[in-house]
C-alpha cells in the first residue's frame, strides 16, 4: 500500500514555494515519517532561488503602464492592432474606405424567420448604438503587452440585429463574413453570453483611422483575431456541431504549435 503524504505550505505562494522560486518555504511530512529527503530537496530549492537578483520590497510604489480605465489613442491602436490585412480583423490604415460608414448594408440572413438587410444610418435610429470601453488583445500578445489596448468605441449590438431577424429554434451557429469573404464562425451561445457590438467609429473617429475598414466586430473578453472587418453579412445557421468557442480547447489548439509555412516536408524551403 503506498505511504500517504501531505503537504503543509508557509509562506505567501505554495504553488511558487512547491516549485523552488517563490519566498515562501514547502515543508512535506511524509505520514510513515519518512521527510528528510524532501525537506532537504526543499532547503536546497531556497538557497537557489536566495542566491537570485530578485528584489523584494514592503511597498512598491510607481505607475502602471497599462490600466483599463483609460483608453489607447488611435495612434497606438494603429501601432499595435492595425498591422496587416487579417491581424485582429484588420487591414493597413491611411486609405479611404469608398463608402461612408453611416451608408454601410449589413444583412442579416439565413436560420431567420425575418430576414432583412439595412444601412448603419437605419440601424442607429432604433436605439441601438452604444459607446462602451472595450479592451482589445492579439492571440500572440507578447510578455510586454504591446499588442492590447482600450479603446471608447461605438457600434451596434449583434445581438439586437439578429434579434430583430428573428432567429429560428434551432440556430446555433453565426457566420460573419466580410465584403471580401472574409469569413468568422462562433457559437450563438458564445454571443449571447458577452458583449459583441458591429464597430463602426473608435474613441470618435472612423475606424479607417486606427484599425482600418468601415466597421469591426468587437468580442467581449475574446482574443482580437475573430474581430472580422468590414462585415457585410451575418448568417446564421443550423448546424449539428457547431464551431469550437475561443475560449475553448480546440481552438487555442489550432495555435500551437504552427510550423513555418515557409517550409516544407523534407526541408524543402518554399
Do not use: H
Request: charged share 15%.
Amino acid at each position: 500500500m503506498s505511504t500517504l503524504k501531505k503537504t503543509l505550505v508557509v509562506g505567501t505562494s505554495s504553488v511558487l514555494a512547491l516549485a523552488g522560486v517563490g519566498g515562501g518555504v514547502a515543508l512535506a511530512i511524509d505520514a510513515s515519517g519518512q521527510q528528510g529527503s524532501q525537506q532537504a530537496a526543499s532547503q536546497e530549492a531556497g538557497t537557489a532561488y536566495a542566491k537570485t537578483d530578485v528584489v523584494t520590497m514592503d511597498v512598491v510604489e510607481g505607475e502602471f503602464a497599462f490600466t483599463q480605465a483609460e483608453a489607447s489613442s488611435n495612434e497606438e491602436l494603429k501601432a499595435a492592432l492595425g498591422a496587416a490585412k487579417y491581424l485582429c480583423g484588420a487591414r493597413p490604415t491611411g486609405v479611404a474606405p469608398a463608402i461612408a460608414a453611416e451608408d454601410w448594408e449589413v444583412s442579416v440572413v439565413g436560420a431567420v424567420a425575418n430576414p432583412y438587410a439595412a444601412t448603419f444610418s437605419e440601424l442607429a435610429a432604433t436605439d441601438e448604438v452604444q459607446s462602451v470601453l472595450m479592451g482589445c488583445a492579439c492571440a500572440g500578445n507578447p510578455a510586454d503587452g504591446k499588442a492590447s489596448a482600450n479603446a471608447e468605441v461605438t457600434g451596434i449590438s449583434v445581438l439586437a440585429m439578429i434579434g430583430m431577424a428573428q432567429p429560428a429554434e434551432g440556430a446555433n451557429t453565426v457566420v460573419f463574413t466580410s465584403a471580401d469573404g472574409y469569413e468568422v464562425a462562433l457559437p450563438l451561445s458564445y454571443l449571447e453570453r458577452r458583449y459583441c457590438p458591429l464597430v463602426f467609429d473608435i474613441n470618435g473617429a472612423p475606424l479607417a483611422e486606427s484599425v482600418g475598414g468601415v466597421n469591426q466586430l468587437w468580442l467581449g473578453a475574446t482574443s482580437a483575431n475573430y474581430f472580422a472587418r468590414d462585415v457585410a453579412v451575418i448568417t446564421l445557421e443550423e448546424r449539428e456541431t457547431p464551431p469550437p468557442a475561443p475560449n475553448s480547447e480546440e481552438a487555442r489548439s489550432a495555435y500551437a504549435n504552427l510550423p513555418n509555412v515557409g517550409v516544407l516536408l523534407g526541408g524543402e524551403v518554399a
